[in-house]
Every structure is written in structure tokens, then in C-alpha cells.
């Protein structure tokens, strides 16, 4: 499968994966690869987005995505707004639909929404002029953290097709799972998924992915395992029956990763719970590539400003 990068985005937003063609995405992974160019740099910024304002609208909590989306705005030279929920009218009642009404009424260029509810950043796409950016909506996708991790991938192996990743958790409240499933499959990867049986949604199959029950099939000769955080602020109650337990089945382990091929990534979105989905000797070990997400992160979120404000090709140096 050769995939050719397309000459732009075209849409006016980023609200998940679907909609991106195979061209897109690897115009998206391609422009990263230049954006990360710029952090080597003595003076970490470029002016391509020089005159632009960005709304970081998070409504949820967020340490990585959060500071890599202001970071990547201040490398482009965008005026940032950040959003404190708590301080703001929302904790009055104010509703989304209104809070983002009344930000758009100062003409900002970008929002970027985390946000509890799916489809939050959908139904703000379709009333608003500004390119509205899905930084997280519940459990259904969280694109640019499938950008970044497809990024890591393929600095690490040239090529994201024919790699077997084996995605690991708590896959009922992943929105990084659905994101990844949908970007690795489009892109010719192999992709599969285990967690326990009542954290495994019904028919996750049909997106593209073999579904495990035991975590050890499902990592057996595997390039990449990417591990999920058990999110128990999502769950009404308890899918498994102790959290000792789940390390004794769901936990990578050193021991499980050998099961892997060799050179096998070990990757994880964080946060992490160590000691529960994953083991620091693993979490910190030699095939651990997951702060290696984090840094990729901000160039992923460069490049989607970049294309989203309508650039192609390398930004101009300051
Ligand atoms: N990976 C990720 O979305 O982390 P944060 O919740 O800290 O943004």
C-alpha cells in the first residue's frame, strides 16, 4: 500500500480520524516530522501563525494535551486563550453552546475542546466559523493523541503498515483506542485489542481491529503494545473484581513482554497508573518510547494548526 501525502486538509476542522483520508493523515505525520525540526532550533519559534488566536476550551482535566497544544501555538507564534472552567461562567450554568458562542463573538481563528460528552466538538463544528479541534470528547476520540502516537511509530520503524500493534486496557472507556484503531487500520497497520471481558465494547470487531480476552495472545509477536489507563472515573462501578487482580492479568509486565518481538515499543498515552496497567520496570525501560509520545505531541499539534490555517510545506524560519 503507498500512500501519497495530500497537497492540503480539507476540511475546516479536526474533529476525529474518520473523516481523514489516507493522504491527510500522512500529510499531517509528514509536516510533524518538520515541526520537530523546530524545537532543535536556538529559537524555538516560526511565525507561520503570526495574527491567529487560539481558544484552549478544556473542560476536562488535561496535563499533556493541554501544555503541547499551548506550547505548539506559542512555536507557531499564535495568540493563546486558555480556559479555566472553574473560573469561568460555566460554573454559573452557562451552557457549551453559549460559552462557545460568546468566545467565537471575539473572533478567535482555532478552538480546541476537551470535553466530557461525546460529539461535543461535532456539534461545535457545525454552528462555528473558527476550525474547531477535538482535543478529547468521553469515550469516543481523541485524534491528535492517534496523530502523535502513528508519529512515534513511524520515526521508530520507517512505516506504520504491516506493523502489529496490540492495544491493551480498559478499551470500553478509550476515546485513545477508537482514535487508534481507526488511524493504524486506515494506514495498513494490524491491530489488535485485549482487555477484560467487561471493559471490551460490543462489536469493536467491525472497527477493524482481532479482540483478545487474554492480554497474552493479543502481544505475541508484536511491534508496538500500547497500554490503556484504567479509568475509573468513567466506570459507575467496579469491571473487575481487584485492582491486584487486574495487574495479575491486564499488567505489562517484564515477563509478558518478552512475549513481544525483541525490539517490541512499549507506549502509553498517560496518565499512568503504575503497579495497575503497567509495571515501572517496563514503564521505564530500555523499549519504553512513552515520553517520546509527548515531545511528538507537540509537533502533531503544530502541524494540524499549520494545515488547519491553510500552510503547506515548511513554515518559514523566524
Ligand atoms: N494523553 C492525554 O490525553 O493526556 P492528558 O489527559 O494529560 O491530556
Redesign the pocket.
Known amino acids: 500500500m503507498t500512500v501519497k501525502a495530500a497537497p492540503r486538509l480539507r476540511g475546516k476542522d479536526l474533529v476525529g480520524i474518520d473523516p481523514l483520508s489516507p493522504g491527510e493523515i500522512q500529510l499531517i505525520l509528514d509536516t510533524a516530522e518538520q515541526m520537530r525540526d523546530i524545537a532543535q532550533r536556538p529559537i524555538k519559534k516560526v511565525p507561520a501563525l503570526r495574527g491567529k488566536t487560539v481558544v484552549n476550551l478544556f473542560m476536562e ?6 501544555f503541547s497544544f499551548e506550547v505548539a501555538e506559542k512555536r507557531l507564534s499564535a495568540d493563546s486563550l486558555n480556559f479555566s472552567a472553574s473560573a469561568s461562567s460555566v460554573s454559573k450554568g452557562e451552557t457549551l453552546l453559549d460559552t462557545a458562542l460568546n468566545l467565537e463573538a471575539m473572533q478567535p481563528d482555532f478552538i480546541v475542546l476537551r470535553h466530557q460528552y461525546a460529539g461535543a466538538p461535532h456539534q461545535l463544528a457545525r454552528i462555528l466559523k473558527s476550525s474547531v479541534i477535538n482535543a ?1 470528547d468521553g469515550a469516543h476520540e ?1 485524534p491528535t ?1 492517534a496523530l502523535l502516537d502513528a508519529l512515534t511509530i513511524r520515526l521508530k520503524r520507517q512505516t506504520l503498515e504491516g506493523q502489529v500493534v496490540a492495544i491493551v486496557g480498559d478499551l470500553q472507556h478509550s476515546r ?1 483506542v477508537r482514535s487508534n484503531i481507526l488511524l493504524l487500520s486506515r494506514m495498513g497497520a494490524k491491530v489488535r485489542v485485549a482487555g477484560p471481558p467487561s471493559l471490551i465494547p460490543v462489536g469493536m470487531d467491525a472497527m477493524g481491529c482481532e479482540v483478545y480476552r487474554r492480554m497474552e495472545e493479543a502481544i505475541a509477536g508484536a511491534d508496538v503494545v500500547m497500554m490503556l489507563r484504567i479509568q475509573l472515573e468513567r466506570q459507575g462501578r467496579m469491571n473487575f473484581p481487584t485492582v491486584r487482580e487486574y495487574y495479575d492479568f491486564y499488567a505489562l509486565t517484564p515477563e509478558r513482554l518478552k512475549l513481544a518481538k525483541k525490539d517490541c515499543l512499549v507506549m502509553h ?3 499512568m497508573n503504575r503497579g495497575v496497567e503497567i509495571d515501572s520496570r517496563v514503564a521505564d525501560g530500555p523499549q519504553s518510547v512513552i515520553l517520546e509520545q509527548v515531545t511528538n505531541g507537540v509537533a502533531v499539534r503544530m502541524a494540524v494548526l499549520y494545515l488547519l490555517a491553510g500552510g503547506h510545506g515548511e513554515p518559514a524560519a523566524d
Open positions: 482535566a488535561s496535563t499533556r494535551t493541554r478529547g481523541h493523541q485513545v498515552p498517560g496518565p
